[in-house]
């Protein structure tokens, strides 16, 4: 949607003329209100009437014409600007473009500055759009901006008018990043200073609203939303709005709510939504309707595209009937007859879905509409001919759309030569689908027939759907949207991964390295930033930032405390950064040099969770395989069954575990190493995989070491050494919960006194177990070992919490903002692995928001386990870390050892809950006790002075023989 001029305006044929008379005379005087006057008609050009505006520019051109004003020559030039905007609102674009090539071959104008011409180039950038030429159109819009930012006073109106459409433009493009930031420029320009272009500024927060819940950015569009209802209601306070502007923005307020409850699938608030818009159609003047029919229509295709999400086809349809109902133009024909298409797809009823889909891209292409949406009809269409059998017929499809997509000849055999430089760079999700969509029929096509062409084709369309994703991904937190599309793409390449002749080795390392490259960036960022960003501060510099920090966070602050406490973090942060810190080099990750640095005896085992199917990816020193598991349904459906039979102390787990590892782990079990290091990914998180039961009846625990991680790039990643912390062994806390709604944890206690007398660690038991306490230890200690409550909130993982003493939260909020240099964290507490699932972050727990803070491994619990076999596990956990045992290896013993010393508590419920998440490696000091150190120490100094005594009596006296 673009902010234009209204109406059509009738110009007097000799209007070009006139205009070439004025600008060849000789222009010597200048009028001091001449600023004003243009500034005036080109404000009024997008409000006034057409029959105003032609007799304002009337009056105008016959005063310059009696010479009683005269204009400059960049003066010239912005009125010639205006007079291109009525020749473009004319439909006679042609003229306008006339006249600015008239313009430039004129000696005296060449002489102007370059950005003189910013008006010039803007309306030709809109003489372009109209013309639906919209390469020239944007290269047109960029240039005006250029020019525009050269000024001293440029026209901020005009500029956001130029950077919005540009925006628009780049859409149409499918530059979505870029059309975004357009957007965003136009958005500041207007709230800053334009409050009072009310249709400008709908619009193009119309434009945002759309093109962030289009990215999936729901969070950014409801604080958009909340300034687009904030901004209605005081326009209609502050403002004398006509009743028919007033209505204008209440119906584009209401469409972008639509927009926004369809999209995160709220059907009652997009219901109410919808009653209010018909009120106000239904009681408006009949002026007010003809003009805005169109919103109500997509309104009803949002509530109509929700109905069909949630697979209640039905109720789809007759929303689309509702919307058939209204006037509608040839574009939206258009687009009720795709939606119908689109719901029949989804229902499976493909004769009908193909029926609809072929009479709305006839209308289409009658009309003349162009962009990304006869390009998605005419893929629907092939994939429906395949569906129905009709191959050839769906081939040809397939051929036409790539060769219309792309402006040049594209046969069956030049898809497997595409690259994405063929795409011009486009990168939105409406193109991302198509190439997804012809890559899943084409493979249909190749596995059906055994034809390598096709699946060559297949693989290439998903590889360059892949590149234009990592344009499209912003590197910041996925979105629901972004991880639909992109577990797409990876279901597309490891579907074809093991194809007879498809793939050479170099291709596989490739593709690995794509898929990598597309994962979600956000977590790996805040890793990064935590375990580099300090490594050359003191521990006292991060336990005073680590604090006030904390105290920030916790709110309900007054205004000079919350002051004074910024100040301070800031003054803080200012001498970190001054100190000499190390410098961390963030390379691109290299799927070779990590396989190449793996231990001979360690299988590291990814599994990636796609849009239908598991995969699992397999990866030794020497040897590297994917394999193609199972449906992700059936997998979901066994886990929760196992989940579900930690509750119940009998035999029940047996049949879900014994499924669970012939479906995820029984393909390559022969393949596996004594050490796994598991990568899971989606609900497989929730399942302790040394608990799974093989074919012999054994626990995977009885036959393998293993751990669980983050990433590759993580595991690869070496931590710095931060040689300013001399850190003790391990601090452990056991909080009372006396006179607070917490139960009291029945063993913690004895767990915490008994755990640090074996390791002479610290104790904080009681009221001495606090969160003060607990965050100024982060610095000081290798090990935290926390023996409390956890509490998880399904609703908003991020107000999950430790609980101290007294009650006092620690929210998972804050650990993500404080720097927690340790070297494991055990959390001794219920539940404190799980968490909520995050699109392409994974499992967003305590664990994990550890892990971002800076702690180097943890290690956690699945479920609820019974105290006192808590007590027993970590202690013996404790005995293999500090006989210097690699975690890994000292938690599977402990877990071993249970089994053992244990046999009528073999129930993975006891003994299998706690895991290992990140460096395995053993503490480097973790043998060395204060009294070691002190043994060490003076062992050192009687050797030293017993070697100078001996010297000393076997020296020789002078002259003794």
Same mark, same amino acid.
């Given at each position: ?360 891209? !006839? /209308?289409? @292409? ?8 006869? =390009? &998605? %009809? ?5 994939? $429906? ?95 629901? !949207? /972004?991880? @639909? ?8 390449? =490891? &579907? %074809? ?5 498809? $793939? ?458």
């Amino acid at each position: 949607m673009i902010a234009k001029s209204k109406g059509n305006f009738s110009l007097i044929i000799g209007y070009l003329l006139v205009l070439f008379g004025f600008l060849l005379f000789p222009i010597l005087s200048w009028a001091q209100n001449n600023d004003s006057l243009l500034r005036r008609l080109e404000k009024q050009q997008f409000e006034n009437s057409p029959e105003q505006l032609l007799s304002q520019l009337q009056q105008v051109d016959e005063a310059l014409l009696n010479r009683k004003i005269t204009f400059s020559l960049p003066e010239n030039i912005r009125f010639a600007a205006i007079k291109m905007a009525y020749f473009n609102s004319n439909g006679e674009g042609d003229k306008g473009l006339l006249l600015a090539d008239s313009l430039q071959n004129i000696p005296e104008y060449k002489t102007l500055p370059e950005e003189a011409w910013a008006s010039i180039y803007f309306q030709k950038g809109d003489i372009y759009l109209y013309q639906e030429k919209m390469l020239e159109s944007s290269r047109n819009y960029a240039r005006a901006i250029q020019l525009y930012e050269l000024q001293a006073k440029p026209n901020f109106s005009e500029l956001a008018l130029c950077h919005n459409n540009l925006g628009y433009v780049q859409d149409i493009l499918g530059f979505q990043n870029r059309s975004k930031q357009s957007y965003y420029r136009a958005f500041e320009i207007w709230k800053t200073s334009h409050l009072d272009e009310f249709s400008n500024i709908s619009t193009v927060l119309n434009n945002l609203i759309f093109a962030e819940i289009e990215y999936g950015n729901y969070t950014a569009a409801e604080e958009l939303l909340a300034f687009f209802q904030r901004y209605v209601t005081e326009t209609k306070k502050s403002f004398g709005l006509s009743e028919i502007e007033e209505l204008d923005l209440e119906m584009k307020l209401l469409l972008n709510f639509s927009r926004f409850y369809g999209a995160t699938k709220n059907d009652r608030q997009l219901d109410r939504i919808l009653i209010q818009a018909e009120a106000i159609i239904r009681h408006a003047p009949r002026d007010f309707f003809e003009e805005q029919w169109g919103v109500m229509a997509a309104i009803y295709e949002e509530a109509g595209f929700l109905q069909k999400e949630m697979k209640n086809f039905q109720a789809a349809v007759g929303y689309y009937e509702r919307m058939k109902s209204l006037p509608l133009s040839g574009f939206f024909q258009m687009k009720y007859l795709a939606n119908q298409a689109i719901v029949y797809y989804d229902a499976g009823e493909n004769q009908k879905s193909l029926d609809y889909a072929q009479k709305s891209l !006839s /209308l289409l @292409e009658r009309y003349g509409f162009g962009g990304s949406s006869g =390009f &998605s %009809l005419q893929v629907l269409q092939a994939d $429906l001919l395949n569906r129905l059998g009709e191959e050839g017929k769906s081939m040809e499809m397939l051929e036409k759309m790539l060769s219309d997509l792309l402006q040049k000849p594209i046969n069956r055999k030049g898809i497997a030569e595409l690259t994405y430089s063929d795409f011009k760079q486009l990168n939105n999700e409406r193109y991302l689908t198509i190439l997804i969509k012809s890559g899943q029929i084409l493979m249909r096509m190749g596995k059906k027939n055994s034809n390598l062409q096709d699946l060559s084709s297949s693989l290439n369309l998903f590889q360059v759907a892949g590149e234009m994703f990592q344009e499209y991904y912003l590197k910041g937190s996925y979105t629901q !949207s /972004l991880e @639909e599309i992109n577990k797409q793409i990876q279901e597309g390449i =490891f &579907s %074809l991964w093991n194809e007879n002749g498809l $793939l050479t080795s170099e291709k596989k390392i490739r593709l690995l390295e794509l898929v990598e490259r597309n994962d979600s960036q956000q977590g790996w960022k805040k890793f990064l930033s935590k375990n580099e960003e300090f490594l050359g501060s003191t521990s006292e510099f991060l336990k005073e930032l680590n604090l006030k920090t904390i105290e920030l966070n916790q709110g309900q602050l007054s205004q000079g405390r919350e002051k004074s406490l910024r100040e301070e973090l800031h003054q803080i942060e200012k001498r970190i950064q001054e100190e000499e810190a190390y410098r961390f080099y963030n390379r691109p990750f290299d799927i070779l040099s990590f396989q190449r640095d793996l231990p001979p005896n360690l299988s590291v085992l990814k599994y990636l969770v796609t849009e239908k199917q598991i995969f699992a990816l397999l990866i030794h020193q020497n040897d590297l395989q994917v394999y193609s598991l199972a449906p992700v349904e059936m997998v979901n459906s066994w886990v929760e069954e196992f989940r579900n039979s930690m509750v119940r102390l009998d035999d029940s787990y047996r049949s879900p575990a014994a499924t669970l590892y012939r479906l995820l782990v029984s393909p390559f079990a022969e393949s596996l190493r004594e050490e796994i290091y598991i990568l899971p990914d989606d609900r497989l998180h929730g399942i302790p995989f040394e608990a799974l039961i093989d074919e012999k009846g054994d626990f995977l625990v009885q036959n393998h070491f293993m751990s669980y991680q983050q990433s590759f790039r993580e595991m690869a990643y070496e931590s710095p050494k931060n040689d300013r912390f001399g850190a003790d062994f391990l601090v452990a806390f056991a909080p009372d919960y006396q006179g607070t709604g917490y139960q009291a944890i029945k063993n913690n206690l004895e767990e915490v006194v008994n755990l640090t007398g074996l390791v002479d660690g610290k104790a904080m038991i009681g009221q001495h177990a606090n969160k003060t306490a607990f965050i100024n230890s982060l610095t000081d200690y290798q090990i935290h070992h926390l023996a409390m409550h956890a509490e998880q909130n399904p609703v908003n993982y991020e107000e999950s919490a430790l609980i101290f003493s007294g009650g006092d939260k620690l929210l998972l909020r804050d650990l993500y903002q404080v720097n927690f240099p340790s070297e494991l964290v055990v959390l001794s507490a219920c539940q404190t692995g799980m968490g909520k699932l995050m699109p392409g972050e994974g499992l967003m727990s305590l664990s994990k928001a550890l892990n971002l803070a800076g702690v180097k491994s943890t290690v956690y619990s699945l479920w609820a386990i019974p105290d006192k076999e808590t007590a027993e596990v970590m202690l013996n956990f404790y005995r293999g870390i500090k006989a210097g045992k690699p975690k890994h290896i000292a938690l599977i013993h402990a877990k071993r050892q249970f089994i053992q010393e244990n046999p009528l508590k073999n129930h993975p419920l006891f003994w299998s809950g706690f895991v290992l998440n990140g460096k395995t490696d053993p503490l480097s000091s973790s043998w060395w006790s204060k009294e070691a150190k002190f043994a060490m120490v003076f062992g050192c100094l009687g050797l030293v002075l017993g070697w100078i005594i001996f010297l000393r009596k076997s020296r020789k006296r002078p002259g003794s023989l």
